[in-house]
């Protein structure tokens, strides 16, 4: 397992290197270059020169690439100019709202699909599967902002029991809980109906393996088989699903965050994006990468304690 | 319904019934119609009796022992009859109850051993499992039966095995634990489900010996359900035959291997090839297919194909008759017997003046073939070993003849074929197909030398496009090798459609249309498509049924004959091997340890591990069967190919191990002309100073 382990961390490094040279490489395509951005397309031609010699973009692309890498490393990763703020400060307050955000609405999300998901397969295509299975799919194919809207209509509007925009946000879920739940709900219930959907065929298939006539041999309960035997060996294609909807789920967050007006990395984004904030926005990609390169290194490790066999690979 | 039973005297046997089935009927509802697997079949199996049922796939023997389990698949039910389990009737229990005796006073072991343990949990869990269930055992009790089972399954080193994962173990290993995990609460009855077809002949002598050792220490009733009527005859001491649904000849194994009465029992037996059966005679084979069982035939279900049938028998169901207390059997016509092999079959083909060795001109040439394949591991992937797939082998194969290629699963055979035709290269030695190295050819040399060699495959049915009609699937290699126009294409399809025995209309067909044994007519005309010289077939009829295989073996020889083909055959097992082949390769661990004629190979083997092989294939014949002492001759695994043992690399298994086999790879003498050998002791084994199984052997 630790040998598994070390593998995968170190496919994980390799990615995140490319995305640090693609995104290195994005920063230097930029029509008119990182001064333009900066100075603004009526800059004079000496105005330019001294702001490149002063930001060292006359040296060898490779210089300059180590040399970013090594602040980005130290967590320097630029200034905005048009928020006047270093970019490690922007990310600091905004992106951990959105991982926040992101994280606990995945882990409600697999909290409650994989028991739906077993419970589906198990009652295949009996009456309570078909309801379930209309509700996820109605879910799954609403876009994310008309859900919002929804539950706004009906958690806010008809029951007033949840906040509707969540421009309060202060960072804690101890006290501002309840400004996170339409958020978190609007983004959870996309992904439960994409995680259970799986979970069910995963549980069909399994039910179907020589494993659980086995079981059932040995004189085990519905109950046990599903619980002891189908749910571990099928909860496999879940986890893996998990780690890949994560860069989904981010940027689905950014439709929430400013549908709800929750101030985290993705509103940043969009503002720096109408601004033209390069760096800003880089920054965020940058980060976001790492975080997802992280969460699939976490859901291979996952995949790995789930299933022996994955381990010996 | 109309079934009928055969009811047996339950007092002839000295100890009480364990199980009692009478007049079962078991059908399975499907979308629009209802299949009746099981149809008015009765049978007991009493304490200490292994009681074998034997039949062809579909003939409702695997519904049967489901049935007694309760454990139909969707749409099953028992739809009649009455299942009595220890003096207790299961059919109309509730479900509970039921369960409460699964797992506990009967068990079951089924036919493949990797799927039907769970993935994600290790053996001694799985092993402790029903006493969780049966008697809510905590986790140590759990652990210390588990590590009992093991050593009682014969487990070397339980304490260290209990924690592994299934992928961890082999074949063999992991039926042994499909058995502890079957026996954990010592149940009265145990029934085996084909529990060694997945298995090499080795290990299935292995794990027969554990079954009948453990049905004796254990005192059960043991039901073996199987397709081969070797292992009936050496493991049962009474037989059910079934057919489409229905007992049709049941009697003490003895007694009816000596004077079976029903003509399906006599066919299934002639059908299968034996090791040194007389090559020079077709083998014995059933027509047509079993019928369908959702609108089983009116009279007698086997009259269709019976070489005997009258019209009595498409009318009326025979009665049953009696020929003692023993033996009984459902026909109206009764044979006497089992076919003499003179009667058997018409004299085969004769073939090309190259068949049997006139004009011994050599086609294809191997010397010090090796193929390796590295294993990598850890955060670089780093080289950290290698399987030696085929290590050092050398031989000739003459235009014309039939080469065999025999051995355990894991010796390398497969990656051998591939080889010979030019599937993978071979990591050094050479290769000469007709004088021509293959290895030095361009791609465009390669491709043309292609057509001249043909891989046919075990499985037809994986090996053909699902969604490519047959016709398309067979001009295929015709297109690639832009041979003919589309006109000529087809005719050549249809003429090779005809030749292996397919109706014109099946190159509008998809495969899903065909049954096994016509897939693998399929699969031998797609072989066939390029008029090659060289026919390489890898288990050939492995997945197929005894009648259907003798139809296939049949056609091969025929077309053989008539095409002048060189064939190379791949085979586990030793009777096909026996019976199509010439000249015949042993492989172990990668090398070729013994070749010779098939005649000299299979009366007078030089190789301990030939005559283990030999020793440990089922005889369809209980006077054999039981007299050759039972015990297997062969123990142990095959090592890994990652380390071989030093020197001989059977020594580990070897009875007749010396000092120096660990020391020095024995180099291939010839014994006799034509004959070589690869061991230290061959002249001693040769002259039958050494025979396997017949010393006290090394445990």
Same mark, same amino acid.
Request: a positive charge.
């Given at each position: 397992?630790?040998?598994?382990?070390?593998?995968?961390?170190?496919?994980?490094?390799?990615?995140?290197?490319?995305?640090?040279?693609?995104?290195?490489?994005v920063?230097h395509?930029l029509?008119?270059?990182?001064?333009?951005?900066?100075?603004?397309?009526?800059?004079?031609?000496i105005?330019?020169?001294?702001?490149?010699?002063?930001?060292?973009?006359?040296?060898?692309l490779?210089?300059?690439?180590?040399?970013?890498?090594?602040?980005?490393?130290?967590?320097?990763?630029?200034?905005?100019?048009?928020l006047?703020?270093?970019?490690a400060?922007?990310?600091?307050?905004?992106?951990?709202?959105?991982?926040?955000?992101?994280?606990?609405?995945?882990?409600?999300?697999?909290?409650i699909?994989?028991?739906?998901?077993?419970?589906?397969?198990?009652?295949?295509n009996?009456?309570?599967?078909?309801?379930?299975?209309?509700?996820?799919?109605?879910?799954?194919s609403?876009?994310?902002?008309?859900?919002?809207?929804?539950?706004?209509?009906?958690?806010?509007?008809?029951?007033?029991?949840?906040?509707?925009?969540?421009?309060?946000?202060?960072?804690?879920?101890?006290?501002?809980?309840?400004?996170?739940?339409?958020?978190?709900?609007?983004?959870?219930?996309?992904?439960?109906?994409?995680?259970?959907?799986?979970?069910?065929?995963?549980?069909?298939?399994?039910?179907?393996?020589?494993?659980?006539?086995?079981?059932?041999?040995?004189?085990?309960?519905?109950?046990?088989?599903l619980?002891?035997?189908?749910?571990?060996?099928?909860?496999?294609?879940?986890?893996?699903?998990?780690?890949?909807?994560l860069?989904?789920?981010?940027?689905?967050?950014?439709?929430v965050?400013?549908?709800?007006?929750?101030?985290?990395?993705?509103?940043?984004?969009?503002?720096?994006?109408?601004?033209?904030?390069?760096?800003?926005?880089?920054?965020?990609?940058?980060?976001?990468?790492?975080?997802?390169?992280?969460?699939n290194?976490?859901?291979?490790?996952?995949?790995?304690?789930?299933?022996?066999?994955?381990?010996?690979? | 319904?109309?079934g009928?039973?055969?009811?047996?005297?339950?007092?002839?046997h000295?100890?009480?019934?364990?199980?009692?089935?009478?007049?079962?009927?078991?059908?399975?509802?499907?979308?629009?119609?209802?299949?009746?697997?099981v149809?008015?079949?009765?049978?007991?199996?009493?304490?200490?009796?292994?009681l074998? =049922?034997?039949?062809?796939?579909?003939?409702?023997?695997?519904?049967?022992?489901?049935?007694?389990?309760?454990?139909?698949?969707?749409?099953?039910?028992?739809?009649?009859?009455?299942?009595?389990?220890?003096?207790?009737e299961?059919?109309?229990?509730?479900?509970?109850?039921?369960?409460?005796?699964?797992?506990?006073?009967?068990?079951m072991?089924?036919?493949?051993?990797?799927?039907?343990?769970?993935?994600?949990?290790?053996?001694?869990?799985?092993?402790?499992?029903?006493?969780?269930?049966h008697?809510?055992?905590?986790?140590?009790e759990?652990?210390?039966?588990?590590?009992e089972?093991?050593?009682?399954?014969?487990?070397?080193?339980?304490?260290?095995?209990?924690?592994?994962f299934?992928?961890?173990?082999?074949?063999?290993m992991?039926?042994?634990?499909?058995?502890?995990?079957?026996? +954990?609460m010592?149940p009265k009855?145990?029934?085996?489900?084909?529990?060694?077809?997945?298995?090499?002949?080795?290990?299935?002598?292995?794990?027969?010996?554990?079954?009948?050792?453990?049905?004796?220490?254990?005192?059960?009733?043991?039901?073996?359900?199987?397709?081969?009527?070797?292992?009936?005859?050496?493991?049962?001491?009474?037989?059910?035959?079934?057919? +489409?649904?229905?007992?049709?000849?049941?009697?003490?194994?003895?007694e009816?291997?000596?004077?079976?009465?029903?003509?399906?029992?006599?066919?299934?037996?002639?059908?299968?090839?034996?090791?040194?059966?007389?090559?020079?005679?077709?083998?014995?084979?059933?027509?047509?297919?079993?019928?369908?069982?959702?609108s089983?035939?009116?009279?007698?279900?086997?009259?269709?194909?019976?070489?005997?049938?009258?019209?009595?028998?498409?009318?009326?169901?025979?009665?049953?008759?009696?020929?003692?207390?023993?033996?009984?059997?459902?026909?109206h016509?009764?044979?006497?017997?089992?076919?003499?092999?003179?009667?058997a079959?018409?004299?085969?083909?004769?073939?090309?003046?190259?068949?049997?060795?006139?004009?011994?001109?050599?086609?294809?040439?191997?010397?010090?073939?090796t193929?390796?394949?590295?294993?990598?591991?850890?955060?670089l992937?780093?080289?950290?070993?290698?399987?030696?797939?085929?290590?050092?082998?050398?031989?000739?194969?003459?235009?014309?003849?039939?080469?065999g290629?025999?051995?355990?699963?894991?010796?390398?055979?497969?990656?051998?074929?591939?080889i010979?035709?030019?599937?993978?290269?071979?990591?050094?030695?050479?290769?000469?197909f007709?004088?021509?190295?293959?290895?030095t050819?361009?791609?465009?040399?390669?491709?043309?030398?292609?057509?001249n060699?043909?891989l046919?495959?075990?499985?037809?049915?994986?090996?053909?496009?699902?969604?490519?009609?047959?016709?398309?699937?067979?001009?295929?290699?015709?297109?690639v090798?832009?041979?003919?126009?589309?006109?000529?294409?087809?005719?050549?399809?249809?003429?090779?459609?005809?030749?292996?025995?397919?109706?014109?209309?099946?190159?509008?067909?998809?495969?899903?249309?065909?049954?096994?044994?016509?897939?693998?007519?399929?699969?031998?005309?797609?072989?066939?498509?390029?008029?090659?010289?060289?026919?390489? +077939?890898?288990?050939?009829?492995?997945?197929?049924?005894?009648?259907?295989?003798?139809q296939?073996?049949?056609?091969?020889?025929?077309?053989?004959?008539?095409?002048?083909?060189?064939?190379?055959?791949?085979?586990?097992?030793?009777?096909?091997?026996?019976?199509?082949?010439?000249?015949?390769?042993?492989?172990?661990?990668?090398?070729?340890?013994?070749v010779?004629?098939?005649?000299?190979?299979?009366k007078?083997p030089?190789?301990?591990?030939?005559?283990?092989?030999?020793?440990?294939?089922?005889?369809?014949?209980?006077?054999?069967a039981?007299?050759?002492?039972?015990?297997?001759?062969?123990?142990?695994?095959?090592?890994s190919?990652?380390?071989?043992?030093?020197?001989?690399?059977?020594?580990?298994?070897?009875?007749?191990?010396?000092?120096?086999?660990?020391?020095? =790879?024995?180099?291939?003498?010839?014994?006799?002309?034509?004959?070589?050998?690869?061991?230290?002791?061959?002249?001693?084994?040769?002259?039958g100073?050494?025979?396997?199984?017949?010393?006290?052997?090394?445990?």
């Amino acid at each position: 397992m630790l040998g598994y382990s070390l593998r995968r961390f170190g496919q994980a490094l390799i990615t995140i290197f490319v995305v640090s040279l693609i995104v290195f490489g994005v920063l230097h395509a930029l029509p008119g270059g990182l001064v333009r951005a900066q100075l603004g397309s009526k800059a004079t031609a000496i105005q330019v020169h001294s702001l490149e010699v002063q930001e060292g973009l006359l040296r060898p692309l490779p210089i300059q690439y180590l040399t970013w890498l090594w602040s980005a490393l130290r967590g320097n990763l630029g200034f905005s100019y048009k928020l006047n703020e270093s970019v490690a400060t922007l990310i600091g307050t905004y992106v951990p709202r959105t991982f926040l955000l992101v994280l606990v609405s995945l882990l409600l999300a697999v909290s409650i699909a994989i028991p739906m998901g077993l419970w589906q397969g198990y009652r295949r295509n009996r009456a309570d599967d078909h309801a379930l299975s209309a509700t996820m799919l109605i879910l799954y194919s609403m876009p994310t902002f008309l859900l919002g809207v929804i539950l706004i209509l009906v958690f806010n509007l008809w029951l007033p029991v949840f906040p509707s925009t969540a421009s309060d946000f202060g960072g804690s879920l101890a006290t501002d809980a309840a400004d996170l739940a339409l958020p978190v709900l609007t983004l959870c219930l996309a992904n439960v109906s994409y995680f259970s959907r799986y979970m069910r065929s995963a549980v069909i298939d399994n039910l179907l393996e020589d494993y659980v006539r086995t079981a059932k041999a040995k004189g085990a309960t519905s109950r046990r088989v599903l619980l002891r035997h189908v749910l571990r060996n099928s909860m496999t294609s879940t986890v893996t699903l998990l780690g890949l909807s994560l860069p989904y789920t981010i940027s689905g967050s950014l439709i929430v965050e400013a549908l709800f007006n929750y101030p985290g990395a993705g509103l940043l984004f969009w503002n720096s994006a109408q601004n033209r904030d390069f760096p800003v926005l880089l920054g965020i990609v940058l980060v976001v990468t790492v975080a997802t390169v992280a969460g699939n290194f976490l859901a291979d490790i996952a995949y790995g304690i789930i299933d022996p066999r994955v381990r010996l690979r | 319904m109309t079934g009928r039973g055969l009811d047996l005297t339950p007092d002839l046997h000295q100890h009480p019934n364990v199980l009692e089935v009478k007049q079962l009927s078991t059908h399975i509802r499907q979308k629009r119609f209802s299949i009746q697997a099981v149809d008015g079949v009765s049978f007991t199996v009493a304490q200490g009796e292994t009681l074998g =049922i034997v039949g062809e796939s579909g003939c409702g023997k695997t519904i049967t022992a489901l049935s007694i389990m309760g454990l139909l698949p969707p749409g099953g039910e028992v739809v009649g009859g009455s299942i009595s389990l220890d003096g207790v009737e299961l059919v109309g229990m509730d479900r509970a109850e039921l369960r409460s005796r699964r797992g506990s006073t009967v068990g079951m072991v089924f036919q493949d051993p990797l799927t039907s343990l769970n993935p994600s949990k290790t053996i001694g869990w799985q092993i402790g499992e029903p006493l969780r269930i049966h008697r809510r055992a905590n986790k140590k009790e759990q652990r210390e039966r588990a590590l009992e089972l093991l050593s009682l399954v014969g487990i070397p080193a339980p304490a260290e095995r209990i924690d592994d994962f299934p992928h961890q173990l082999s074949g063999g290993m992991r039926q042994r634990v499909m058995i502890a995990i079957a026996l +954990a609460m010592e149940p009265k009855l145990l029934i085996a489900d084909e529990p060694t077809t997945a298995l090499d002949v080795t290990i299935q002598a292995q794990i027969l010996d554990l079954l009948d050792g453990l049905k004796e220490q254990l005192g059960m009733g043991l039901m073996l359900v199987t397709h081969d009527l070797g292992v009936i005859a050496g493991h049962a001491d009474r037989v059910v035959v079934m057919y +489409a649904g229905q007992v049709v000849e049941e009697g003490a194994v003895g007694e009816l291997f000596a004077s079976m009465k029903h003509p399906y029992t006599q066919s299934l037996l002639s059908s299968i090839p034996r090791v040194g059966q007389d090559r020079a005679r077709t083998l014995s084979s059933i027509p047509g297919l079993p019928p369908d069982l959702a609108s089983p035939p009116l009279g007698c279900r086997f009259a269709p194909r019976c070489s005997r049938a009258q019209e009595n028998c498409a009318s009326a169901e025979p009665a049953l008759g009696q020929v003692s207390a023993t033996h009984q059997y459902a026909c109206h016509h009764p044979v006497n017997g089992p076919l003499e092999p003179a009667t058997a079959a018409v004299a085969v083909h004769e073939r090309g003046p190259n068949g049997n060795g006139a004009d011994r001109r050599v086609l294809v040439s191997a010397r010090d073939l090796t193929k390796e394949f590295s294993l990598h591991s850890g955060l670089l992937q780093r080289r950290v070993g290698t399987v030696h797939a085929v290590a050092g082998v050398s031989f000739d194969i003459y235009a014309g003849e039939t080469f065999g290629v025999v051995g355990e699963s894991g010796c390398g055979k497969t990656t051998l074929g591939r080889i010979l035709v030019g599937l993978e290269s071979q990591t050094s030695g050479s290769l000469l197909f007709d004088g021509t190295d293959i290895a030095t050819q361009s791609r465009r040399e390669l491709c043309r030398l292609r057509r001249n060699f043909q891989l046919m495959f075990q499985d037809p049915y994986a090996s053909l496009d699902p969604r490519m009609r047959i016709g398309t699937s067979l001009q295929e290699p015709l297109v690639v090798q832009r041979q003919g126009d589309r006109k000529a294409r087809s005719a050549r399809v249809m003429g090779l459609l005809r030749e292996v025995g397919l109706r014109p209309e099946a190159v509008e067909r998809y495969p899903h249309e065909f049954s096994g044994g016509q897939r693998q007519r399929v699969g031998f005309a797609r072989s066939l498509v390029l008029n090659p010289r060289l026919i390489v +077939a890898d288990e050939p009829v492995s997945a197929l049924d005894v009648s259907i295989r003798s139809q296939i073996i049949n056609m091969m020889r025929r077309l053989q004959a008539v095409h002048d083909l060189t064939y190379v055959v791949i085979s586990h097992d030793m009777a096909v091997i026996s019976y199509l082949a010439d000249r015949v390769g042993v492989m172990y661990l990668g090398r070729m340890v013994e070749v010779a004629s098939s005649t000299e190979l299979f009366k007078r083997p030089a190789h301990p591990y030939t005559q283990g092989l030999l020793k440990s294939v089922p005889v369809p014949d209980p006077a054999i069967a039981r007299t050759a002492g039972r015990k297997p001759v062969v123990l142990g695994e095959l090592p890994s190919p990652i380390n071989p043992p030093s020197g001989c690399h059977f020594r580990t298994r070897c009875p007749f191990v010396i000092d120096l086999c660990s020391k020095e =790879i024995p180099q291939a003498v010839e014994v006799a002309p034509g004959h070589s050998v690869s061991c230290h002791r061959s002249q001693e084994v040769y002259s039958g100073d050494l025979v396997v199984g017949s010393t006290s052997v090394r445990d």
